[in-house]
């Protein structure tokens, strides 16, 4: 199987920034997209921000100029920069990825999420 796991989350105030990363692990025979969820409190997942394997990325409207995604194709990992942060920001921040399993059977994977908290 495929586990992925996340990083970087935290408490930080309008306007700072935070890192988060997400490390995919396992039978990974070929990784081709992943990508940040984020699910707000009350409120339904959805989508931050995603990227190919050939490095094409999709930004959510609200995040555009602000967060940043980026993947090492070496380390199967995916980082989310985000900058300006805003209150309304603040969610539980998902990773996920899809792909091959080394026995070449579809995988889509998710994190356990990583609280990001801004304040105002």
């Known amino acids: 199987q495929v586990q992925l796991v996340e990083s970087g989350g935290g408490l930080v105030q309008a306007g700072g920034s935070l890192r988060l990363s997400c490390a995919a692990s396992?039978?990974?025979?070929?990784?081709?997209?992943m990508g940040w969820y984020r699910q707000p409190p009350g409120k339904q997942r959805e989508l931050v921000a995603s990227?190919?394997?050939?490095?094409?990325?999709n930004y959510a409207d609200s995040v555009k100029g602000r967060f940043t995604i980026s993947r090492d194709g070496t380390k199967n990992t995916v980082h989310l920069q985000m900058n300006s942060l805003k209150p309304e920001d603040t969610a539980v921040y998902f990773c996920?990825?899809?792909?091959?399993?080394?026995?070449?059977?579809?995988?889509?994977?998710w994190g356990r999420g990583t609280q990001v908290t801004v304040s105002s």
């Open positions: 996920n990825a899809d792909g091959l399993t080394i026995w070449s059977t579809t995988f889509d994977s």
């Open positions: 396992g039978s990974i025979g070929r990784l081709n997209g």
């Open positions: 990227i190919s394997s050939g490095g094409n990325t």
